[in-house]
């Protein structure tokens, strides 16, 4: 699946460096070192952005490491096997429609900012 | 260092049916398969077959001191192949077919002109393990060189993901 | 050791005894399935193995952990230990790459394989197998069961084959979005899955005897995919409906040209 450049090139200031990466029907958008919201340990991390349905939410944010943040989180997901690599995610449910990329990774990061 | 050669059973039958077609003036027909290098968990490692490409009975050059040649189109046409796969850290292998059964190896034409081959493919592809694949009608055997090196690996496997599986062992003669 | 030992499996073929003993197989999980798959594998004659558990054997294993006894509950024999005796003990010369982790741990052992039996608990592990299966070429056969319902249980199960360029589990409808997204929904609090026996034993003969004919083609089928559901209260096993209306030719999911490491695409 190719996303609209409009919208991956807004993606690229919150890493430093985008890809995608495909695999088993499913197009991740791949960010290396993945800026956090303030408060969190670390502060960046490598980060899957997954913007199609999958494992029962309608998006979802993998990350490398199970971050320390303001909130505590729900890490309802380890160990995810994806790429050759292990993620992390929490529970957090995106509910937006027709969101946008950034709008997509926004709404995912405030599961580090916002208590609900 | 362990080499290990994976291709579908599909793609093994497809190369079978291509490299033993009469050609119009060769003793044998040749192709490129390309294959992508990874690695195994004993410092090893493994290279998956991908696609192949027949080459154009017109792209070989009468030599009768050969079992065939390819002229010069055919190794443009496999540079850029090459150059193209870089991506996917995507190599290219040389392959024949001995029409015989049971285990194979490199004939002393095969071990003086093939491997001349390697060296212009690995300036192209630096990250990619390119070799020399030569099958019989039921076995085959293999050579890798990986980025950087000179001298290839000696395949010790080579494994037909079909129905049914096929697994082509080197044996050890040392 | 009598040449006599594999005579009475010669319909497989001429060779096959030398077929099977090339094969390296791979058997993430040696549990109820596992332990089953791990004791006929040994016996048909498979000589190379990439076994996967860190998990030891309990009280609760003992109704259906193949090879496993009192004294090893007591002593807390790891699970692979316990495989591994029990090749050992049937093909003293067999080669067993055992490894004490979750096999997303150390996945890579799992790449010399040319089959891998799942005998995993989620479809998420499930889904993660065949998805390394198709990157590294390697033939998935996949086993499971489950009851359903307190007052009037059923047994249900599954055996099912994916192969590269093949249909997938999800080509075949048994992986779906549902599926996974009710185990999610389910996270911690799963509880223990009702497992026995028998229905253990009919999906890992089943399913050792889809990767004996992937081996031999004994059966000259050439099987390219294979979806078998279990029925444990008819005590059936039967092609799944969902495979009648299977019209797809090369899988969607798992293109060819996607084998091996990932592969970023910068943008």
Not at chain 2, 157 to 169: D, K
Not at chain 3, 16 to 35: A, D, F, H, K, Y
Not at chain 3, 179 to 187: G, N, P, S
């Amino acid at each position: 699946m190719a996303y609209p450049s409009t919208q991956t090139d807004d993606l690229k200031p919150y890493c430093e460096k985008l890809s995608v990466l495909p695999e088993g029907g499913v197009s991740f958008l791949m960010m290396e070192n993945l800026r956090l919201p303030a408060g969190c340990q670390p502060a960046m991390c490598d980060a899957l952005l997954c913007p199609v349905a999958k494992d029962g939410y309608p998006s979802r944010l993998y990350l490398s490491v199970q971050v320390a943040s303001t909130y505590t989180r729900n890490w309802n997901c380890s160990n995810a096997r994806i790429g050759e690599r292990n993620w992390f995610a929490f529970s957090w449910r995106v509910d937006l429609p027709n969101p946008t990329l950034p709008q997509l990774l926004i709404a995912h990061l405030n599961g580090f900012a916002k208590e609900k | 260092m362990k080499a290990h050669i994976k291709m579908t059973g599909e793609l093994h039958a497809a190369m079978l049916k291509d490299l033993t077609r009469r050609h119009p003036f060769a003793r044998e027909r040749v192709g490129f398969v390309f294959g992508r290098l990874c690695s195994l968990s004993d410092g090893g490692r493994l290279v998956l077959l991908t696609r192949y490409h027949s080459i154009p009975d017109d792209q070989y050059v009468k030599d009768h001191t050969v079992g065939a040649r390819i002229g010069s189109t055919a190794m443009t046409w496999a540079m850029q192949a090459v150059y193209h796969g870089r991506l996917a850290r995507e190599g290219i292998f040389h392959i024949h077919l001995h029409g015989h059964r049971g285990e194979t190896g490199m004939s002393a034409t095969d071990g003086r002109e093939i491997p001349r081959l390697i060296p212009g493919f690995q300036s192209v592809g630096r990250d990619a393990g390119h070799g020399i694949i030569i099958l019989s009608l039921d076995h085959g055997c293999g050579w890798v060189w990986v980025p950087e090196s000179t001298e290839p690996a000696h395949v010790d496997c080579i494994s037909v993901i079909g129905s049914p599986i096929g697994v082509f062992e080197r044996r050890r003669t040392e | 050791m009598s040449k006599d030992r594999y005579s009475r499996q010669s319909f497989l073929g001429a060779n096959s005894e030398e077929l099977i003993s090339r094969c390296t197989v791979g058997v993430p999980g040696l549990g109820g399935g596992g332990s089953h798959i791990v004791q006929q594998l040994a016996h048909i004659g498979f000589q190379r193995y990439v076994l996967y558990d860190y998990d030891v054997v309990e009280e609760s294993n003992l109704n259906r952990l193949v090879g496993a006894n009192l004294t090893d509950a007591l002593a807390e024999t790891p699970k692979l230990h316990l495989a591994k005796k029990m090749i050992y003990g049937l093909q003293p010369k067999a080669s067993i790459l055992g490894i004490p982790f979750k096999w997303q741990d150390k996945p890579e052992p799992l790449r010399e394989c040319q089959i891998v039996l799942g005998c995993v608990d989620s479809y998420k592990t499930r889904e993660e197998l065949e998805i390394i299966c198709r990157r590294y070429l390697m033939h998935y056969i996949d086993i499971g069961m489950d009851v359903h319902g307190k007052d009037k249980p059923v047994i249900g199960g599954q055996i099912i084959q994916s192969s590269p360029g093949g249909p997938c589990m999800r080509c075949m409808g048994f992986l779906t979005d549902e599926k996974l997204a009710a185990e999610a929904a389910l996270y911690g609090n799963a509880g223990h899955r009702p497992q026995v026996i028998w229905p253990n034993g009919v999906l890992a003969s089943t399913a050792v005897g889809l990767a004996v004919d992937l081996v031999t083609n004994w059966t000259g089928r050439s099987r390219t995919h294979a979806y078998l559901a279990y029925d444990g209260n008819e005590g059936t096993v039967r092609e799944s409906l969902t495979l009648r209306n299977l019209a797809i030719k090369e899988c969607p999911h798992f293109p060819l040209h996607e084998v091996g490491d990932p592969v970023l695409v910068e943008l």
